[in-house]
C-alpha cells in the first residue's frame, strides 16, 4: 500500500513537473496590441471564458489545499497516506490550471489591456502553485511519518495562499 501511494506522488511529481516545464517555456504570443473587430471581441471573450476556468480550477485548489492544512492541525487523526489522496485530488486542477494559463500566454499580446494585465498577474502565482505542489509532493514521498512538521505545513499554507491570490485575480469583475 504504501509503495503504490508512493508510486502515485512520483507520477504527480512527473505530472506537474512536466505541466510546470511546458507553461514556464511558453513564450507570449507574437504581435502587438489588441486586434480590431470581431476578431479581438472574440479573442478576449475566449480569454475571459479561460480566466473563468482559471478561476473554479483555483477554488477546487484552495478547498484541497484547506483540507491538507487541517490535517495538519489533528496530526493524530490522520496519516500520509490522507495527504497523499488530497494531492492525487489536486493534480487535475492544478495541471489545469496550467494548460490554461500557457493557453492564455500564447493570446496575451493580441487582448486587450486590461486582461493582458490580469495574465501577468496570474502567471507568477501559478508558477509558484505548481513549484509548491511539487516541493510537497517532494517532501511527502522521503518524509511520510512527518508530515505535521512546520516544514510540511508551511507547504499547505503555501498551495492555499497562491490558490486564493489566483482565485482573487481572476475572479469575474463586478460592474
Known sequence: MKS?????AAGLIAAIGLAST??????????GGSPSGDLGANLSQKASGLLAEVHQDALAVRDLAGTLEGYNREPFTTD?????STFDRMRPQIDEIDRVVYELRSM???????????????VPATL???????TAID?????????????????????YTEAVRIAQTTAPSRP
Open 22 to 31: 511546458a507553461f514556464a517555456a511558453a513564450p507570449p504570443a507574437r504581435g
Open 4 to 8: 503504490s501511494l508512493v508510486m502515485k
Open 128 to 134: 509558484e502553485l505548481t513549484n509548491t505542489a511539487q
Open 139 to 159: 517532501y511527502l514521498k522521503d518524509n511520510q511519518d512527518r508530515t505535521m512538521f512546520p516544514q510540511f505545513t508551511s507547504y499547505a499554507d503555501e498551495l
Open 80 to 84: 500520509w497516506r490522507d495527504d497523499a
Open 108 to 122: 496575451e499580446k493580441n487582448l486587450p489591456p486590461a486582461q493582458q494585465a490580469e495574465v501577468n498577474q496570474v
